[in-house]
């Protein structure tokens, strides 16, 4: 089956930090640690325009520089003429439009820094309204028409910071009921808000927890990211080491673990917490990085194949897949690749 998928590499930009894909129109945004956003054409996916979105700032008041890193992109709307889009860098958040046809963009929107923790997540509501951004301690929810103005959702930053507990690493609306926020630590934990219950994400309305000592200092058990089914009740939380399958009708355990890194020393012996992003593809699928520049591919619990993406040893890919399209992209030490086939029909073979 994993032969059956074929890649395209589309870039080996040493830059290239973040991506997302949007749809057969749009084609591919990705963004960089220079502060640009690159965008690619679909069908074949090519480069097609580059601009510069974010520039290294000096804050006065926290006598700190803010980095002109991309740390988070999202596609927001398409038009015939023209589509827009969300770029982060730490702390500040930009709404821009870009013409279909002659690439011309324009800066719509610059959202004012409420964030006082690195930014890494931005999920867009299906409505196209609002959208989320989370940092490592806060989630915050924001309103195009209202841009002055923001909504805390969440703030886990303890009175001293000796006390903190956790950080989190990923967060996004429910892709079928957008009221639902969902979003992960490095406690090991996948909290899941209900916004129609109450207007805050934390305490949640259920909480998912495989390992039940998780603590900051469990490397381990951290869930970088997520990904619901097609099936609406099954989420797949990828953890370090391993993806955890739950049912959310049944939170007392995950219905399924597949283990995914075996050498755990190798692993820490990296010096860094390697963030593992997470597809899902059908309502039992899945596709994730592991270490050696390869995808792991699931179709059934505990069932797993491979693809080599010839990206070189001890490289960790990051997955991001279109929910509106089968498209999967690859992204991360300086390399975009797209796999070009269905992947789920490559999964259904």
Known sequence: MASSVQVQHLSSDAEVTSLVCGSETCGLLAGDTRGRLHFYKPQPFSHWLSFVSHLTFFDRDSSGAESEHVAAVQFVSEYQRAFTCLSANEKTIKLWSVGQQDGKHRLRLSFPSVHDFHIHSLSVHPTRDQFLACDDLSLTLWHFDHPATSFSLANLKPQRIEDLQEVLLFAAFHPLHPSLVVYSSTAGSVRIADLRLRAQAFPPALELRSHKSGTHLDLLASVSGLAFSSNEHVLFAREIRSVATWDCRYPTEPIGSTLILQNERRLLARGDTPKFQIA???????????????????????QTE????????????????????????????????????????????
């Open 280 to 302: 899902g593809v059908g309502e039992s699928g899945w596709v994730t990085g592991g270490m050696d520049g390869n995808l792991v591919i699931s179709r059934e619990f505990n």
């Open 306 to 349: 491979e693809v080599d993406l010839s990206l070189g040893q001890a490289y960790v890919p990051f997955v991001v897949s279109d929910r509106r399209s089968s498209q999967l992209f690859v992204a991360g030490k300086g390399q975009i690749v797209a796999l070009c086939e269905d992947i789920r029909n490559a999964l259904s073979t």
